[in-house]
């Protein structure tokens, strides 16, 4: 019974189950009437943006070294014992942060 387990078996069990429920849906589904609302993108009745949609990856990565410099700093900082070298290293990592948020 735990071959039916084993992920290459329940694979090939469950293509005919996901087969039958796909065929299941059709029937259940009216028949196909397409038109020019159907196939247009739905846009929340406003006007598409003249723009880019994507003002590009800098801001991510902004973010994204914030929080990779915090999460990282702040686990060096876990695992540090109270020292000077800690606490010169804590205010190297305010400046760095405050640098990074000023930009």
């Given at each position: 019974m735990e071959v039916i387990l084993t992920p290459p078996v329940a694979f090939l069990l469950y293509?005919?189950?996901v087969?039958?429920?796909?065929?299941?849906?059709?029937?259940?589904?009216?028949?196909?009437?397409?038109?020019?609302?159907?196939?247009?993108?739905y846009g929340s009745g406003e006007a598409p943006p003249t723009g880019a949609a994507a003002p590009g990856y800098r801001p991510f990565f902004l973010i994204a070294f914030f929080f990779a410099i915090l999460h990282l700093g702040v686990l060096v900082l876990g695992t540090a014992e109270l020292t000077v070298l800690s606490a010169v290293f804590l205010i190297g990592l305010m400046v760095a942060l405050v640098a990074l948020i000023l930009g």
């Amino acid at each position: 019974m735990e071959v039916i387990l084993t992920p290459p078996v329940a694979f090939l069990l469950y293509i005919p189950l996901v087969l039958v429920f796909l065929g299941f849906g059709k029937l259940l589904a009216g028949p196909e009437k397409p038109s020019d609302t159907k196939l247009s993108v739905y846009g929340s009745g406003e006007a598409p943006p003249t723009g880019a949609a994507a003002p590009g990856y800098r801001p991510f990565f902004l973010i994204a070294f914030f929080f990779a410099i915090l999460h990282l700093g702040v686990l060096v900082l876990g695992t540090a014992e109270l020292t000077v070298l800690s606490a010169v290293f804590l205010i190297g990592l305010m400046v760095a942060l405050v640098a990074l948020i000023l930009g």
